[in-house]
């Protein structure tokens, strides 16, 4: 029965770090995998009751201001656990992991799935740039390490008698209400090398958010959740991160920058 499982990793993941890190776990389970479902796309989270093939679910994302990202959670309430299993990973960027990992754990115990396995990792913070450095390269070799041995923790738990975690922490307040938005006090992106653009749309289409205009390629403010995947997709250089967080708050990140902060499992 255990070799016909299927799993299949469903992630959020602009700025691909989550996705290195299930991926990682994903082979290391070394079950069927059927093809992933990527949420940083909008069309795809307009879907319901995704993952509803498999046996094990691998879901992944960062954290956004200590919590998951808002637009993924009416996906999440779409989805129909049937008692099946998921494997759940936040990522972020070595300043605070905040509520994120309890909120998806108690949402998707909400919709009915069993929790195999929890961890969170580290990936290179979104902000990073020449002015501003955290856990850059990361998730590096150690933290893939890190995720294989986690993928074959989790592999043990389904060749002997699987069990459910033990909850963390409080339920939290999840409120699908827009939290990221509080980034907009701390980066904004602009265009600086515009005569390097060759319309390659890459960013337009990566933009998790559609907001990035088809025509002019302008960032609408209201939309934008300070992602920086269309920063980083660009290989011209056209885009930016500008710093715009007070001192005191960009002193405040330089600090997380002096601890290495460490992948913890829960199993
Ligand atoms: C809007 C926003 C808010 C973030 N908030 C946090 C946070 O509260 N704590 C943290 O450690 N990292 C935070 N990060 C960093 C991301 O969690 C981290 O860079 C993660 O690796 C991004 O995942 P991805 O590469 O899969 O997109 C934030 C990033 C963004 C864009
Ligand atoms: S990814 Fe870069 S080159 Fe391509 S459309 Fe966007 S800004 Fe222009
Ligand atoms: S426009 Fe904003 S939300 Fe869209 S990819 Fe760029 S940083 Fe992310």
Redesign the pocket.
């Known amino acids: 029965m255990m070799s016909n499982l299927k799993t299949q990793t469903i992630?959020?993941?602009?700025?691909?770090?989550?996705?290195k890190i299930i991926t990682t776990i994903s082979d290391a389970l070394k079950f069927e995998k059927l093809h992933e479902i990527n949420l940083t796309f909008p069309s795809k989270r307009k879907f319901k009751n995704i993952g509803a093939e498999a046996d094990i679910l691998i879901f992944?994302a960062?954290?956004?201001?200590?919590k998951i990202p808002s637009m993924i959670i009416p996906t999440i309430k779409n989805m129909i656990g049937k008692n099946r299993w998921i494997v759940l990973v936040a990522?972020?960027?070595?300043?605070?992991?905040?509520h994120a990992l309890s909120e998806m754990i108690y949402l998707f115990r909400d919709q009915g799935f069993r929790i195999v396995a929890a961890a969170s990792f580290?990936?290179?913070?979104?902000?990073?740039s020449d002015d501003f450095k955290l856990?850059e390269n990361r998730p590096d070799f150690d933290d893939l390490r890190l995720a294989r041995s986690f993928g074959q923790k989790v592999r043990e738990k389904f060749e002997s008698t699987p069990n459910e975690i033990e909850l963390i922490g409080q339920k939290p307040d999840i409120s699908e209400l827009n939290s990221?938005h509080k980034?907009r006090n701390l980066i904004d992106i602009i265009r600086t090398h515009d005569e390097n653009c060759n319309r390659c749309m890459g960013c337009w289409s990566i933009c998790p958010t559609e907001a990035i205009d088809m025509i002019t390629l302008e960032i609408n403010e209201e939309e934008c959740?300070?992602?920086?995947?269309c920063v980083k997709c660009c290989n011209f250089d056209v885009r930016e991160i500008i710093i715009t967080m007070t001192p005191e708050t960009k002193e405040m990140f330089m600090e997380?920058s002096n601890i290495r902060k460490e992948p913890e499992f829960f199993l």
Not at 11 to 19: I, V
Not at 91 to 98: C, M, P
């Open positions: 992630f959020f993941s602009p700025t691909n770090s989550t996705l992944g960062p954290v956004y201001v200590g990522v972020y960027g070595n300043a605070r992991l905040g580290i990936g290179e913070h979104s902000f990073t856990a990221e980034a959740i300070r992602c920086c995947a997380f």
